[in-house]
């Protein structure tokens, strides 16, 4: 459908990206990574027209749309929110005009050419999909969390975040042929981000994704594109496919390398034993030949992601409860958010806060750090608690004028270059960019600036509002390592599934300002809401009103929902041991190939190994040289062939376990 053929771009002198290739078919589910940076805004923006390359061909079907939903938030004519949804399809809006004109002249003059020009401006409306393009919108906008009241209002009402919001669902209302979006999850809470998989899923078109969001990645994408070093290179399957097929070809080519390096040296060791001596210079010679030949035949290793560990320095020990929430009531004008609410953190408890956007997650956060007036009720901290609270604002309290070292060395009492610079650079934050001022930085490493500030000097109680949003994934196991290894108490808001399972001990739904307390991480959350036949709120955007949430349901009802419970789980069970036992099948026979493969392999190396020690051999003749020589061309090109059915056979073993994952194992 699209193609990319031998695309680079440049900023100044700073090269993004040169001699890319990439094709993106129809029906593509691709999602695209790199560290924060490396150019894929950039390519986002050449795919979609926005921005010209340098260099090369861009090759886009004659009449191909594309839509693009940016990070930035664009200024846009200000308009009902349905008006701006409705505008994203020209032409049902040019439709509906010449339909209302004919409407007005067909009142007027009755004329069989007036008639019938109305009949074909009604056919085309029709066929456009007219009559049912506002149900259409109302059904994405409410998928995305806006209210019905919302439909209305106007568009410079909303906040940035709305906005967004309003943006990405004028896209989907489009129905572009190619949709791409960069980071859409940065602004959707987990119901809108359940909602927006479940239209992607039957999304007809391509879609390309630029996303930190790892169970997003494994969940909607079938291939990985990932930026680095000014390259690209392409996966199979969803992130964790990425990370393991990139871990056995990285593992594959270090081997190789290792291999070629040790007959580098048995012939470099025969040439320094021997050029000296007369009677085998001539065979040093030929050696160095060889090796020219070996050296030039050398594979390159790519560099292994940077893996750093970093640990919080362990706060004091506090009393427990750490922290307390008894009787909270909190409204905004006629709003009410709480009401006797109560809420408490025990020392070393790890708290998502989960729910829909308004429901009161952000507003519980600020109460519990003390940073937001509750209307009644006591807030209490334990016996030594000192409260931290980070929330995306704070990227705005740093002084863009400095850099991030001169950051971290305002903070009072830190005059440790050496260990800011290491705490900087345990966030991913590199030699170059710590020299960098904070106004030239993007908005991923403006966030783990902010977070290195809070980090310095911990306290016992860390109160974090979307701490990921921004950060690669990279720096998000940096800062769950961190985390996980944490020794005081943690509340957290986050949209990253991945994050909140590696993190939290226990779960606290906030629905309509009434809080449920689920023990484990996000996945037991929500298979405890599947046992109790309920819904989790973090799943599905809720149109409900309060009343509606909280009201209890009949016996017979409950009755009939543990029945078709417990059925769906019999039906589950037996689907998943079908599945299992398909899968084993399918699988084994690869696993069998690869492993035949993979001792051709070592004992074809073996075997150049011997040829290249005969080589060394002062012994050998030059008649056998020569023979050894004809041997190590046909080992070679044997070893490369099993080299390339190795590879071929991983492939189609990494497809056959991603089809049965989508398919439920």
Partial sequence: MISLNGISKSYGSKELFADLNFRIEAGDRIGMIGPNGVGKTTISRIISGDEEADCGEVSRPRGCRIGYLSQDVKTFRDQRLTDFITGGRPDLVDAHRELERLECLVTEHHDQETQLEYAHALDRFQQLGGYSAEAEAARILSGLGFREGDYGRMLH?????WIMRAALARLLFQKPD?????????????PALAWLEGFLTTWGGAYLVISHDRTFLNTMVDRIIELEGGGLNEYPGGYDDYVELKERQLQLLEAKRKNQEQRITQVQRFIDKYRAQKMRARQAGSRKKMLELLEKEKVDIPSRPKRVHFSFPQPERSGTPALALHGIAKAYGEIEVYRGMEFTVARGDRVALVGPNGAGKSTLLKIAAGVLKHDAGTRKLGHNVKVHYYAQHQ??????SRTPLQEMMALPDWDKISWLRSLLGALLLGPKEIETRIADLSGGEKAKLALAKMLVNPANVILLDEPTNHLDPQAREVL???????GGSLVFISHDRTFINRIANRVVEVVAGRLSNNIGNYDDYIFAAEKRGTTAAATVVSTSTPAQIAG?????????????????????????????????????????????????????????????????????????????GREEKAVKAFLEDLYRQWESISTELEEVERRFAQNGD
């Fill in 157 to 161: 009402t909303f906040s940035g975040g």
């Fill in 395 to 400: 990227l705005e309290s740093l002084d863009p």
């Fill in 552 to 628: 209890p349901t009949t016996k017979a009802a409950e009755r009939k929902a543990n029945a078709e419970s417990t059925e769906d789980r019999k039906q589950r069970k037996r689907r998943e041991a079908q599945l299992r036992t398909e899968k084993k099948q399918a699988t084994g026979k690869l696993r069998k190939e690869i492993k035949s493969c993979e001792e051709k392999i070592a004992a074809t190396e073996k075997k150049l190994d011997e040829i290249h020690l005969a080589f060394a051999d002062p012994a050998t003749s030059r008649e056998k040289i020569a023979e050894l």
């Fill in 480 to 486: 769950e390592d961190a985390l996980a290894a944490f």
């Fill in 178 to 190: 190619l949709l791409i979006l960069d980071e859409p999850t940065n602004h959707l809470d987990l």
